[in-house]
């Protein structure tokens, strides 16, 4: 019945791309909170896009001239504010969907506590 409501729902649309499946979410057991994980799974938080929104921001580009969301961030932009290039390279050629099933991509997620504004 739950899934049935997931599925349905107009909301968490985002999080629902990411984490279609509500008993295969429960399993994850190393699928810890914390704020890297929760903006990056919202797309909420400091990101431009969400901060351009409520006209917060006046662009939500990255500095690299994308559009700047949780997937740029963390799987293409070359540096991350507390992530080493090590953690960071353990995410190298995987998608959002492969990192939050596997514990030791989550590192990266444990170590990034979110975007930090210009």
């Given at each position: ?43 909420h938080g400091t990101y431009p896009p969400y901060l351009r929104e409520r006209d917060l921001a006046r662009t939500d580009l990255c500095d690299c001239g994308v559009v700047e969301t949780p997937d740029h961030v ?45």
């Amino acid at each position: 019945m739950q899934q049935e409501r997931w599925d349905r729902s107009v909301k968490g649309r985002r999080p629902y791309c990411l984490l279609t499946n509500i008993r295969e979410t429960l399993t994850i057991q190393h699928l810890q909170p914390s704020r890297g994980l929760i903006h990056c799974l919202v797309g909420h938080g400091t990101y431009p896009p969400y901060l351009r929104e409520r006209d917060l921001a006046r662009t939500d580009l990255c500095d690299c001239g994308v559009v700047e969301t949780p997937d740029h961030v963390l799987l293409e932009y070359p540096t991350l504010p507390g992530v080493s290039d090590d953690e960071r390279n353990v995410l190298s050629g995987v998608d959002l969907q492969q990192a939050l099933r596997l514990k030791e991509h989550l590192v990266v997620f444990n170590s990034y506590q979110g975007h930090q504004p210009p």
